[in-house]
């Protein structure tokens, strides 16, 4: 698994993915897609970081399992009050957002819109920027609206608070996160309640 892994990180680092991209897309932290890309393939010489490859492909993979989901997750949403907006953070909670938009709507009766954010560690290969990421302006709008913030999993909180900040600062009032899995085992980020699916705890 870790060789598949490491093979996997530098294939997406000869296709330009960024280190934040590579995280993503393996569902790892930042210092494991790291590590991964400066591995040799055949030997793994230095010691890994703690962390735990999530693979959720068989959801993604398939639209009725991704509907599922997403209903779940809506449903874990809905229990913090209306939602004008969901906000799905690029690129793995967008599929999960789009859904739950429709769900969300048919469940509360409001007209529901969708808003994408760009996490800043797609738009530069470093974790020591204070910058934040973006909210696309070609979706949804949060200024004024109730925000549910939509992720497939959260390792450590960072994208999640850079968000948070993000829909603050744009005039729009976060009412919670919710993921697929939270790695990190957190009930709330700056003050807004975080739920999951599926909570990954070390013993």
């Known amino acids: 698994m870790k060789q598949k892994l490491i093979q996997k990180a530098q294939e997406l680092r000869q296709h330009g993915f960024t280190t934040g991209e590579i995280a993503d897309e393996l569902n790892v932290s930042m210092d494991t897609a790291r590590w991964l890309t400066l591995q040799k393939t055949a030997e793994v010489k230095a010691e890994a970081p703690g962390d735990f490859a999530i693979n959720w492909k068989s959801i993604g993979g398939n639209s009725t399992r991704l509907s599922y989901v997403s209903g779940a997750l809506s449903d874990l949403a809905i229990a913090h009050g209306d939602a004008e907006v969901v906000c799905g953070i690029a690129v793995s909670g967008i599929p999960f957002a789009t859904v739950m938009t429709e769900f969300l709507e ?27 990421g973006t909210i ?3 979706f949804g709008t949060v200024e004024g609206k109730k925000v549910v913030i939509v992720d497939d999993v959260i390792t450590s909180g960072k994208t999640a608070r850079e968000v948070i900040h993000t829909v603050k600062d744009l005039g729009g009032e976060p009412t919670c996160v919710v993921v697929l899995i939270d790695k990190a085992g957190l009930s709330e980020i700056e003050g807004i309640p975080v739920e999951s699916l599926i909570k990954v705890s070390r013993i």
């Open 106 to 132: 048919d469940l509360t009766g409001f007209d529901t819109s969708l808003a994408i954010f760009h996490p800043n560690k797609h738009r530069k290969d470093t974790d020591e920027s204070d910058d934040e």
């Open 136 to 138: 696309s302006t070609n």
